[in-house]
């Protein structure tokens, strides 16, 4: 796989207090990646870096085997931060074209709009006329307006009405299909969830998790199956069952949570018992989330 970015040993310290703290990771080709973590944890302060806002004070970070300032990098990246601050004089497309002739290549206007989903009347507002959604629209349009290969959203999806959020994330399919790599951060975890192939995860400066979403809820100690049945069973039997913690139930299912759900489903299987509509749940990533971040000693 070709590494697009590189942090080796990266240290960001404000008056004596250390934002980052000693992070390395490498980011592919092709890669989405999302970096979460509670507030202050580190992630923005990171992409800051990743984009040359702000220099580290130890350690090294490559994109595309070069200095984040250099302008062969510059030239192949985007970047949708949260705060979207542009010239308030000029129309929606005006600013567009603008930042369109900064670019050797950039995306045709046309597929801009086409995939920001901007309208006719919202290209001829002023800047200072739009709302919030729109500015967070036109912001998209910038970052992609390079037609670049690496992508920085910074809760891209903040502001933006349920159509809009959709129509995001099916542009990041696009973007994804075109081998772009694309990194961002978000408080929704369902997106996370949903859009990235990996999670990285932040606290107290330190990456404490890194993984596919998948990977990263199977720490969750609790995990459930569920099912429903026409005998009769007894909940202390399945409560014998290997790795099983808990056993319940809710409506007319019975829910058994273990740390080993297949082990449980098979041996369910093997002694013959009647049950239905079995659903395994291998937890939320909200619920990792909270508890890879409260109790780090379950990592």
Avoid at 3 to 12: A, E, F, G, W
Avoid at 91 to 110: A, D, M
Avoid at 154 to 167: H, N
């Amino acid at each position: 796989m070709e590494s697009i970015i590189v942090l080796d040993h990266v240290t960001k310290t404000f008056k004596n207090k250390k934002a980052v703290n000693n992070i390395s990771l490498t980011i592919n080709k092709g890669e989405i990646v999302a970096i979460l973590g509670p507030n202050g944890a580190g992630k923005t302060t990171t992409i800051m870096m990743m984009l040359g806002l702000l220099e580290p004070s130890e350690g090294r970070i490559n994109l595309f085997g070069l200095q984040p300032k250099d302008k062969k990098v510059r030239e192949k990246i985007g970047a949708m931060l949260q705060e979207v601050s542009v010239i308030d004089a000029l129309t929606v497309k005006e600013i567009i074209q603008l930042f369109r002739s900064y670019y050797p290549n950039p995306l045709g206007f046309e597929e801009l709009v086409a995939l920001t989903g901007l309208k006719d009347d919202e290209l001829k507002k002023r800047a200072d006329k739009l709302s919030g959604g729109q500015k967070r629209r036109l912001g998209f349009a910038l970052a992609m307006a390079g037609n670049p290969d690496l992508l920085f959203f910074d809760e891209p999806t903040v502001g933006l009405d349920i159509t809009s959020r959709k129509r995001f994330w099916e542009t990041i399919g696009i973007l994804k299909e075109r081998e772009k790599t694309i990194i961002f951060t978000t408080h929704y975890l369902q997106e996370a969830d949903d859009a990235s192939e990996r999670i990285i995860l932040f606290h107290n400066g330190s990456i404490i998790e890194d993984g596919t979403p998948k990977e990263i809820k199977a720490k969750l100690t609790k995990q459930s199956i569920s099912f429903t049945t026409s005998e009769s069973i007894s909940l202390e039997k399945l409560k014998q069952l290997p790795t099983v913690s808990h056993v319940y139930e809710e409506g007319n299912r019975i829910m058994i949570e273990a740390e080993n759900t297949d082990l449980v489903l098979a041996k369910l299987f093997e002694q013959k018992i009647q049950i239905s509509g079995v659903e395994i749940n291998q937890g939320r990533l909200d619920d990792a989330f909270s508890q890879l971040t409260e109790n780090k000693e379950a990592i």
